[in-house]
């Protein structure tokens, strides 16, 4: 259910929040299927080693669903080392390819047809691949409406008052969706900002001089 109240919150935090900021560009990648890749690989490190595990498979060749698919796990770990946790993580995205595989040839045009809510239901079966990752992907892979959480999300909103520490990923992404206009392109911008935010000012210390935010505590 829509609340006006809340509308008005949230419509002024992203308004605030690009007037700081502007326009952050995320997520960084040149295909849809690198970007998949990306959502996976940064899981619990920053973007900067993704971007040298990514590159690793630029250089060999080897960012796309077929060679991934055919690639033997302990190879794919070896390009991906960057990325941290590489053992677990060439195993996720070998989970993930052998998904598109199966459900769909391998061709993400035909996955992007899926209806949101169906293509979101299977990929969370995909083994470890968990509600932000899945999310990720098809926001910013396929274009789908659907609202991103994260920790910078959680945090940010968590010390402006605006939801408990109690609250599930599912709550605090029902209160974006149910009050927001259904656009890919808001839900995009609006979550990179979150994470802008929380990098520079909302950190674990938080630096609360010159935050945009400072005005709706």
Known sequence: MR?????????????????????????????PFEIMVGAILTQNTNWGNVEKAIQNL????????????RMPPE??????KPSGFFNVKANRLKN??????????????????????????KMLEVNGVGPE?????????LGKPVFVIDAYTKRVLFRHKVIALKDTYADVQKLFMANLKEDPMIFNE????FVKLAKDFCRVKPRCEGCPLLCLL
Not at 58 to 69: G, N, P
Not at 133 to 141: E, F, N
């Open 96 to 121: 993930f390819v052998s998904f598109l595989v199966k459900e769909y040839a391998g061709d993400l045009k035909a996955m992007a047809r899926e209806e949101t809510f169906t293509l979101r239901a």
């Open 58 to 69: 630029k250089d060999q060749k080897t960012l796309s669903v077929d060679a991934i698919y």
């Open 3 to 31: 609340d006006e109240t809340a509308q008005e919150l949230l419509q002024s935090i992203y308004d605030l929040l690009l007037k700081a900021f502007g326009s952050q560009y995320w997520w960084p990648g040149e295909t």
């Open 133 to 141: 990752t899945v999310d990720s992907i098809l926001l910013y892979a």
């Open 75 to 80: 190879e794919l770990a070896v390009l991906i």
């Open 190 to 193: 609006y979550h990179a900002l």
